[in-house]
């Protein structure tokens, strides 16, 4: 099979020209898949098995700046409502509607109340009496005995007279800029259920409901291993032939952003004992990971460390009908489950994406799926045939979805200018501008 891995940014795999008879579909051959290649699906399956055991970790307390990007480990039961009391919504006048006010010469439609006590947020204030307004700050507690709140702007005059004088206001109906207690959050409702991954919003409704810890999963201690003999760190010169270590802070970020604590490292080297080595001394080291995973050498060339390092280890390799991420291996090493992603740093990005990020969320509620849309294609594109092809693209304003570069999975810089994620089925060869597709929001 040629791979478009092999083509430049523009260049079209010769499979991915349309069939005769059905327009843009396949023929089919074998399951669909290209030359009896593992469908995506098979091989999520065979992921969430490995990764199952992840899921019986004993919860954890934490605070809510440590429990970002983790998922609560029970539902949240409100310990108080939102808001806690009535308040209100302007900074204005607290009366009650049905009052009269003093009876003296307002105009049509207008009320004359004498001034009482204001009433600053945080303040416990005193009952408003017959005939009176309380100037009251946005977000202070409505006194006993007032139902509405006249904005200060509406008053005349449209100031705050001093305690005793009088002001002008409008009618108003009950309930008018009136917060009511518990219209947001009843307390004792289930406010957020057991999976769901805590974000900013979610931490800031912890917080607003004063809670300083929450029970979660115990987020995944993951480290990535970076492998190949032409990798040089970020920051350090290139010599000829190397290129800087892309996947490490690429999947390391991918993780982190998903509540996973990654650490990377790099085996500069295409020697499968030191592979091996390194992997042994992370697995057995006393900050042993939950989960290992390594990027490269899992393909068919002459020097592939990963592919021989974890010979007669309890670890699978397979071609997916997957572009870019095809090659991909699986198992376990030394206990602990071994994800085998192949070196192109978009293969990386699309293997996580696209087959461990599904998993984790199914798996542990963090990270939260991505979310899905369809939307019409900006313009044409092509694919190989038996292929679930993964092409990056940006949602546009107009909603149509626009590729950003070619389908290579080297196109780093392409990635970067990505927001989006566009999946071409497999019995899909060929789609015209206009057509719809799937969209994944990244
Ligand atoms: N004869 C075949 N050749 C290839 C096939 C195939 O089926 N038959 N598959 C191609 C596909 S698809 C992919 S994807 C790659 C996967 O290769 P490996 O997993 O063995 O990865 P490497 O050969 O080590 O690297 C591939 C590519 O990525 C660069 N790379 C590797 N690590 C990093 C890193 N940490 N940061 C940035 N870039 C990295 C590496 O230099 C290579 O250019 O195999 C195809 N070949
Ligand atoms: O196309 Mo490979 O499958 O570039 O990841």
């Known amino acids: ?40 699906e098979e091989h999520r399956g065979r992921l969430a098995r490995l990764l199952a055991p992840l899921a019986d970790r004993a919860a954890q307390d934490r605070s809510l700046d440590a429990a970002l ?13 939102l808001p806690p009391f009535d308040n209100s919504q302007m900074d204005g006048f607290a009366v009650c509607s049905s009052d009269p006010g003093t009876g003296d010469g307002a105009g049509p439609g207008r ?15 005193p009952p408003l009496r017959p005939g009176h307004a309380a100037p009251i700050m946005t977000g202070a507690m409505l006194p006993a005995g007032a139902d509405a709140v006249v904005r200060v702007e509406l008053a005349v005059p449209a100031a705050y007279p001093p305690e005793g004088g009088s002001v002008d206001l409008p009618v108003v109906e009950a309930g008018t800029y009136v917060r009511r207690a518990g219209s947001d959050v009843a307390a004792g409702a289930v406010v957020l259920p057991a999976g769901t991954a805590l974000g900013p919003a979610q931490l800031g ?16 201690r993951a480290v990535l291993v970076s492998t190949g003999a032409e990798l040089a760190a970020p920051g350090r010169p290139l010599a000829p032939g190397q290129i800087h270590d892309a996947n490490g802070a690429l999947l390391r970020a991918a993780l982190r952003e998903s509540g996973v604590q990654a650490r990377a490292v790099a085996v500069r080297s295409d020697e499968p004992a030191e592979l091996r080595g390194a992997l042994e001394r992370l697995a057995r080291g006393a900050e042993r990971p939950d989960l290992l995973i390594t990027t490269g050498g899992v393909s068919k060339g002459a020097f592939e460390a990963t592919k021989l390092a974890l010979d007669g280890h309890d670890v699978e390799f397979a071609h997916l009908a997957l572009q870019p991420g095809g090659p991909q291996g699986l198992g376990t090493f030394a206990g602990l489950p071994l994800i085998a992603f192949p070196g192109n740093p978009v293969s990386c990005w ?34 190989p045939a038996g292929t679930l092809q993964v092409r990056r693209a940006r949602l546009r ?23 989006a994620l566009v999946m071409v089925p497999e019995d899909v060869t060929a789609l015209a501008a206009g057509d719809d597709v799937e969209v994944w929001l990244t």
């Open 205 to 220: 409704l912890a917080a607003g409901l004063g809670l300083s810890m929450l029970r979660v999963r115990p987020p995944l």
């Open 350 to 383: 699309i293997s996580w994406e696209v087959l461990l990020r599904p998993v984790l969320s199914a798996l542990l509620g963090a990270p939260p799926a991505r979310r899905r849309l369809r939307a019409p294609l900006a313009e044409p594109l092509e694919s």
């Open 1 to 40: 099979m040629t791979h478009p891995d092999s083509g430049g940014a523009a260049a079209a795999p010769a499979e991915a020209r349309p069939h005769d008879g059905r327009p843009g579909h396949a023929p089919a051959h074998g399951q669909g898949h290209a030359h009896g290649h593992r469908s995506v």
């Open 111 to 125: 009320r004359r109340f004498t001034v009482a006590e204001p009433i600053p947020a945080g303040a416990a204030p």
């Open 69 to 81: 990007g983790t998922a609560l480990a029970a539902d949240l039961a409100a310990p108080l409502s």
């Open 397 to 419: 304003p107009d909603g149509a979805v626009g590729l950003v570069g070619g389908p290579g999975s080297h196109l780093l810089g392409a990635l970067a200018a990505s927001d």
